[in-house]
């Protein structure tokens, strides 16, 4: 059974850094194939695909948010993070990661991060 | 980046009705391996997207036969037969084919 969770901050002030795990079971970064990425969708419009991490460490940023991501993961824990760095009141959103098998097959149940002064 | 463009924006059915759902890419999604990267998510409300349909017309795993996807290249279609209460919620497809990975806008699907 597959299994993702997402936690964060919850709260975070402009220009901190905002920094995210996803801990995940049922599957391993480690399997040849196997990858997680982050998505947001800030409350009441569409999915934006931020970043994925796979088995082999090759790691795909979305260039919209420039140099501002950093992913990567910790396969002994199962774990998968993201750092969004400078963060502003547009990055308000619910926060998901995914397993990512060529599509997204499995998802957390997101995590809320405000951005607020 | 590939833009994914879904029609309608919203949708109104009866239940037991049948939908189709548009989604058109701005390139070809057909990867160099020879696959198409074009899958089908719906967001419950208060819920997490979920995986409906992968590579254009492979139903993820528990998915009920009345979702069925067709389509190739750049035109790309969802259907859902027999409507029922719980299909009710937001609608997207994605693309994997190209980064970055894109969504389309959403269509959502509402009891009329």
């Known amino acids: 059974q597959v299994t993702l969770k997402e936690s964060g901050p919850g709260i975070l002030q402009p220009s901190q850094t905002l920094s995210l795990t996803c801990t995940f079971s049922?599957?391993?970064?480690?399997?040849?194939?196997?990858?997680v990425g982050w998505i947001r969708q800030p409350s009441g419009k569409g999915l934006e695909w931020l970043a994925n991490?796979?088995?082999?460490?090759?790691?795909y940023y979305n260039p919209s948010l420039k140099n501002r991501l950093t992913i990567s993961k910790d396969t002994s824990n199962n774990q998968a993070f993201l750092k969004i760095t400078n963060v502003d009141t547009a990055d308000t959103a619910t926060y998901y990661c995914?397993?990512?098998?060529?599509?997204?097959?499995?998802w957390g149940q997101g995590v809320m991060v405000t951005v607020s002064s | 980046d590939v833009v994914m463009t879904q029609t309608p924006v919203s949708l109104s059915v009866s239940l037991g009705g049948q939908v189709s759902i548009s989604c058109r890419s701005s390139?070809?999604?057909?990867?160099?391996?020879?696959?198409?990267?074009l899958s089908w998510y719906l967001q419950k409300p208060g819920q997490s997207p979920q995986l409906l349909i992968y590579?254009?017309?492979n139903r993820f795993s528990g998915i009920s036969d009345r979702f069925s996807g067709s389509g190739s290249g750049t035109d790309f279609t969802l259907k859902i037969s027999r409507v029922e209460p719980d299909d009710l919620g937001v609608y997207y497809c994605?693309?994997?084919?190209?980064?970055?990975?894109?969504f389309g806008a959403g269509t959502k699907l509402e009891l009329k």
């Open positions: 995914a397993r990512n098998n060529w599509d997204f097959d499995y």
């Open positions: 049922g599957f391993s970064l480690s399997t040849y194939g196997m990858g």
């Open positions: 991490i796979w088995w082999d460490d090759d790691k």
């Open positions: 390139q070809s999604l057909v990867h160099n391996n020879g696959n198409t990267y």
């Open positions: 590579k254009v017309s």
């Open positions: 994605g693309q994997g084919t190209q980064y970055p990975d894109t």
